[in-house]
């Protein structure tokens, strides 16, 4: 077993590798920027080094300066968290070049999933239901033709984009020709890639995926879902397990269907499939995340399980030994992602953290990369803390979530705290009535 | 009396950027001073690391620069790796103190991903010590040299 | 001398946007200067509470007495209950602004657990105010009346 | 049901009324002394009384103060907590007479099981195991005979006393009757009531302790037991759920046991039934408390319920509705007390807390009454903030203690930290050879 850890992130998930490390008895080595020295995963590491500037390309997602701290240092293993490097088939490869363990998928599984046209066409051979979509674009005649063929309203999006970035709705063919030009320019700057296809647009779906895990001896564990509907701009900010649109019988026929199509390609480590849920019960397979996701704990709480933990299990090479009952999810979890932003215009609101008080009590975790007298810089995503709560019921899991929100106080920072209230009071919300338009429709 | 907001809002923006304290200009008879003290350290988890943050948080070298201040200038790295003074283990250091450099003549190598990177001077001046020794981790921005500049 | 308040109000957001400490601008003969002291209590919640912290965690006040203040001297609760100006609901009140009164003499009823506790004067002087209306609850050291000593 | 409770309590027992009292839609009043005007329980409340000065004799234990903040509030119920007026019997009949809900045992239950030597009677006339014992010791020459008729060593105990107070262990008779005097007016100082007696004393137990739970419809549940062993000088610091000691039949034999004892006795609301556990096995019956304890959260851990809402849904008249998972513990749960002291001499240690970092994280519950800014006063209990941990096995959750420990930082006071650090660093404690000697027998 590898006995240091690099962690290759910062901000709450770098905390989060550290903790599970930590409890294992693996030693940890933080990576971070210049203006993230006193931040708290270089603090709470148990050596830290410094990689480069606060410009993140010169810093966390710098490959050479990475490797060259796993070096100096005499870490065994990598671990890339979520986001920079963790989704990067070259990063992966040149740990693996370097005798470093990378704690994650393989390197061509990520380039399998990596590249949403074939991995849904992956998908689609190994059996997932699929939305409706096309083959790449040719060109603006090509995609006159391939929208018709499908149908309006469709959606125009990034061969390699992700997170919900380069998405193009359209109502008819009106106004095409535009879109198509800006998409293909946005795309090849975003992605470096400007390969567009369509894909059937459904207008009000909900966003459910299944957690996965996979070991070297072949076992693949589907450990249930999450509803993730609650989206920002396909910025997911409120995240649940299980879902209350999943009945046992679509969970389990689901769940029998992905450890099938996962076995047969051999998936190792921990990955996410998403699918959206159409209004008449219809699960299709959106995307593979072949990593950790920030919503991973909402899966933890329910199952019983530290994901992070499996992780290392898995690329220490043991096969999963997970309990029986971590199959079935008991009481119900909800996770808020408290950002560093203005609640209203969504501005990010980078600073010093004057006062801080985080929710405690039952069922309450909190996954945090802030504290009192801390900086929030203005380089790096605006997540700052994740609020977690289990409980037996989802009706009880929103009254704790409230509670817990109402109990938090972070100054110094705009945070989209009242932002979250307003869900969590909303009736529709209550009673469960989502869809990744939910925000969007608001009233404010 | 006539504010500048915008000028007022640039020099915000630059205090945040160098993560400053306090920028004060005066010109003629105006005067602008922008001030932030640091926030109180409550809540700062301070003893549990058993890193040593060799890193200085306020240490403004991004380059192998020679910053000026008050007790000379220093060659810092700008890789992660390992310092070499010599360009073989039985080579001869590429410098020492009292040595006098130009610019674009190599000080050091620093190892990272079994590349050799060779930093190189910026200034010319002459070398008055070596902070690093020889085979030792460096970290970005550790300082390698103290240099006398002219 | 003339304020341009907007201009000061301007210069107020920027430091709250800002999150800075302080401003200042000196132009020809004119200064402004705002500033605001970091506030040494980090992680205090402050927002959340939506109770009416009436009692003052300074008050020193602890029993019916009249500590010295600049502006007089205060009768405080020594009780949690009800607060009663008279003896019974149709009775005059047993003080009024202007009377004169004399240690010993029962100024108002704070009424806990159906117990009528009678408040006495501890010193002698002249009610110049009453802070609390008739029938309304009242808190351990909340203020009942000032009171001019002499 | 009552709609707005009064929680005659501070510190972080306060927060976790108000925290569960939140989540159900009831809402808050906080009584607080004036040097508590600030203090966090204060601040969460929905309403807050000052009801006396620091002085705890005029403020939190002052009855009628505590009544007339609930009659100016108009409060419904009443939630005691523990220590202060929790098992104070006239405290409970006051509540009822003013027509408040006491959220807690009846008062005659808390008189019954308030005497420790008719207590230990009842028990045994309830057909629990109880240590072999004496009556009332009437003057010196009646404790010679009784001692020498128990055989020593012998414990001996103020009948009045409680938390591990007024007892001296006796190895032979001589020197008893010094003791026998100094231990007489002790008691009659701090209980005020001097009666004494004898009871076996065993050189190595181990504390175990069962939570149960009983409803205005004749039901009584069992929650499984917490080993609470690691104690200085009769007062718990670490607690945790299950013990390592108990077989599955002990556990159940001793679980119908006390439910059938506990029915017949027809006990309502939380309470917790204290054993020594021998070297033998032997469980003896110690005391009984009749309400919420400081360590109950490894009970909830591990059971998954709310043992303050299950006072309250009793206090309301609603029957036990706990799921049938809830009788079979899941994990293990590990509690530390942070107390303000100095983790050598124990002297007390208040003042402003100038840092503060709690830990986080998977499996990390943390109920505390601080936060940074805020002021220890010295006028009561030292316990500042309780860290519980929670996972699948009891190693598993030694390790998530340790590292939750190392994360947390308490600046500006000292607390007790270290000590739980050399505990849950050393051997026998990690392999559960523990007794309530522990600490005593810890080298420095």
Same mark, same amino acid.
């Given at each position: 077993m590898f006995e240091k850890v690099l962690i290759a992130n910062r901000g709450e998930i770098a905390l989060r590798v550290i903790r599970t490390c930590r409890e294992l008895g693996l030693r940890t080595v933080a990576v971070h920027s210049e203006i993230d020295a006193d931040a708290l995963h270089t603090r709470l590491a148990d050596e830290a080094i410094?990689? &480069?500037?606060?410009?993140p390309r010169r810093s966390y997602l710098h490959i050479p300066a990475i490797i060259a701290a796993a070096e100096i240092t005499g870490a065994e293993a990598v671990h890339p968290g979520?986001?920079?490097?963790?989704?990067n088939s070259e990063f992966a490869e040149t740990c693996a070049q370097c005798g470093l363990e990378f704690i994650g998928p393989l390197p061509e599984q990520m380039r399998l999933w990596g590249d949403k046209v074939s991995a849904r066409a992956l998908a689609k051979s190994l059996g997932l239901p699929t939305l409706e979509g096309t083959d790449i674009i040719k060109d603006i005649e090509d995609a006159v033709r391939k929208a018709e063929a499908l149908g309006f309203p469709v959606l125009l999006k990034a061969s390699?984009? &992700?997170? &919900? +970035?380069g998405m193009h709705v359209l109502? %008819?063919?009106?106004?095409l020709r535009s879109v198509f030009e800006t998409a293909r320019a946005e795309s090849r700057a975003a992605f470096g890639n400007d390969s567009l296809y369509f894909e059937k647009y459904l207008e009000r779906p909900r966003h459910i995926e299944f957690q996965i895990l996979g070991d070297t001896h072949g076992n693949i564990h589907v450990l249930g879902e999450r509803e993730? %509907?609650?989206?920002r701009r396909h910025q997911k900010i409120i995240e649940e397990a !299980?879902?209350?649109?999943?009945?046992e019988e679509m969970r389990s026929d689901m769940s029998a269907t992905i450890r099938r199509a996962m076995g047969e390609v051999g998936y190792l480590s921990a990955g996410t499939l998403e699918f959206l849920l159409d209004e008449r019960g219809e699960l299709t397979f959106l995307e593979m995340n072949p990593r950790i996701q920030v919503e991973h704990p909402v899966t933890e709480l329910v199952m019983g399980i530290d994901l992070i933990h499996e992780q290392i299990r898995i690329a220490d090479g043991q096969p999963l030994a997970l309990? %029986?009952? %971590?199959?079935t999810p008991r009481g119900h979890a909800i996770e808020c992602r408290i950002n560093?932003? #203005?609640? #209203?215009?969504?501005a990010p609101s980078p600073g010093v953290i004057t006062e801080l008080h985080m929710a405690g009590g039952t069922g309450v975790r909190v996954d945090s990369g802030i504290f009192g007298g801390g900086r929030v810089p203005?380089?790096? #995503? !605006?997540?700052v803390a994740k609020l977690i709560v289990h409980a037996p019921t989802r009706a009880q899991a929103i009254a704790k979530m409230r509670r817990a929100l109402g109990e938090t106080i972070i100054g110094g920072i705009r945070t989209n705290i009242p932002l979250h209230q307003r869900v969590l009071e909303h009736p529709a919300f209550e009673e469960g +009535?989502?869809?990744?338009?939910f925000l969007e429709e608001l009233p404010t | 009396m006539k504010l500048d907001l915008d000028q007022l809002r640039e020099l915000i923006r630059l205090l945040d950027e160098a993560n400053l304290t306090e920028i004060e200009v005066e010109q003629d008879d105006d005067r602008i001073r922008v001030r932030r003290d640091p926030?109180?350290?409550? *809540?700062?988890?301070? =003893?549990? =690391?058993?890193?040593?943050?060799?890193?200085?948080? =306020? *240490?403004?070298?991004?380059?192998p620069s020679a910053p000026e201040e008050d007790d000379g200038a220093y060659i810092t790295s700008p890789f992660v790796g390992t310092f070499y003074r010599?360009? =073989?283990?039985d080579g001869e250091p590429f410098v020492d103190i009292g040595d006098s450099v130009v610019p674009g003549q190599v000080l050091c190598i620093v190892e990272a991903m079994k590349l050799m990177n060779e930093i190189e001077a910026e200034v010319a001046g002459t070398i008055v010590e070596v902070l690093v020794e020889n085979g030792k981790p460096v970290e970005y921005g550790d300082r390698l040299f103290r240099i006398e500049i002219g």
């Open positions: 410094c990689i &480069g500037p606060a410009d979520y986001g920079f490097l963790s989704e390699g984009g &992700g997170g &919900g +970035r109502q %008819s063919k009106e106004g993730c %509907s609650i989206q !299980p879902s209350v649109a999943l009945t309990p %029986s009952q %971590s199959l560093a932003e #203005d609640p #209203d215009t969504f203005a380089h790096y #995503d !605006p997540l +009535r989502i869809s990744t338009k | 926030a109180p350290a409550v *809540g700062v988890p301070s =003893s549990e =690391s058993k890193a040593a943050h060799k890193a200085q948080s =306020s *240490g403004s070298a991004v380059a010599a360009p =073989s283990p």
